[in-house]
């Protein structure tokens, strides 16, 4: 079971519940180690000071906020732990909002909670909470901290237990008003056709059929490298250009949605698929070579 990242409890009203932070997510990205081209050293980071020209221990590094017109303010340690928040155990949830509220830019980091010890109280009230809220469409907002920062967060029930999302708090959204609107309404016409393309690309929502295509590119290399071949980068795709015709790029979007792809599958839909697709296919039948191929010769190795 995945180690836990915080533990106290979920305070509700006069009801406290011990319960253990876990991650909802995990780090599926492949990391890699800086090196020394030269004789493939491992790079090391350190710390000079560039007055004294020397490395500085982390116990002698301060922290300086910068002002408008070039100056600084030094802030000490002290000054930071006379503003840090009082560290809790304890999720306070301080208010119920519906869901249907709460816009999803707010949502940030996932987490489970799940209960701790072996004493049936504790769980009986954390399984209360679950029932309870998975009732409504409401989620439950509160704070705690977590290390050193104090989180705002929203809770609500996942798959029979307790998740909960740290949420950006409102001064953290970027105003719509300095984003550019993109000019004039379209055309009744234009808006029709938009909307039956969206409507021709709608499907239900499967997150296990959507992949990430470049992991599999780049586990595909590091293989490749593994055994000695030789990689080479792809033909790189012109991008398009802008049509100046909306409509008629329109339409001819709407023809392509709905009957590109072969019902069976087959190869006759195949020069309609982007790469990525195409490489995505290849992959499955473990086309050799495919991570040097441009899109023509992904076509021809799938069709053929």
Request: hydrophobic share 35%; charged share 35%.
């Amino acid at each position: 079971m995945a180690r836990s990242l915080w533990t106290g409890s979920l305070s509700f009203g006069l009801v406290n519940v011990p319960v253990a932070l876990y991650s909802a997510v995990r780090d599926l990205y492949l990391h890699f180690h800086q090196l020394h081209e030269k004789d493939t050293a491992r790079i090391d980071t350190r710390r000079f000071c560039e007055q004294e020209d020397k490395e500085i221990p982390l116990d002698e590094i301060g922290h300086a906020y910068d002002l408008d017109g070039g100056k600084t303010v030094v802030v000490t340690d002290e000054d930071l732990e006379a503003v840090a928040p009082r560290k809790t155990r304890t999720i306070d949830i301080e208010a119920f909002v519906d869901l249907a509220d709460v816009d999803p830019v707010y949502f940030d980091h996932p987490y489970f909670l799940a209960p701790t010890g072996d004493s049936e109280g504790p769980r009986r009230a954390y399984q209360l909470l679950v029932e309870a809220m998975g009732r409504s469409d409401r989620v439950a907002l509160g704070r705690f901290v977590m290390r050193t920062k104090e989180y705002l967060v929203a809770i609500q029930v996942r798959d029979d237990r307790l998740a909960l999302t740290t949420i950006r708090f409102a001064d953290e959204i970027r105003p719509t008003k300095d984003i550019d609107t993109g000019g004039r309404k379209p055309s009744k016409q234009q808006l029709d056709q938009a909307v039956a393309l969206i409507e021709a690309l709608s499907t239900d929502w499967e997150p296990g059929a959507w992949k990430d295509r470049y992991r599999a590119r780049l586990q595909d290399v590091i293989e490749r490298k593994r055994k000695g071949k030789r990689i080479a980068a792809p033909k790189q795709q012109e991008e398009p250009s802008p049509v100046p015709d909306l409509m008629a790029a329109l339409e001819r979007s709407l023809a392509e949605a709905t009957g590109r792809r072969a019902p069976d599958g087959g190869a006759d839909g195949l020069a309609d698929l982007s790469r990525d697709e195409l490489y995505e296919r290849a992959q499955k039948q473990d086309v050799p070579g495919r991570s040097s191929m441009s899109k023509e010769e992904l076509v021809d190795a799938l069709g053929s």
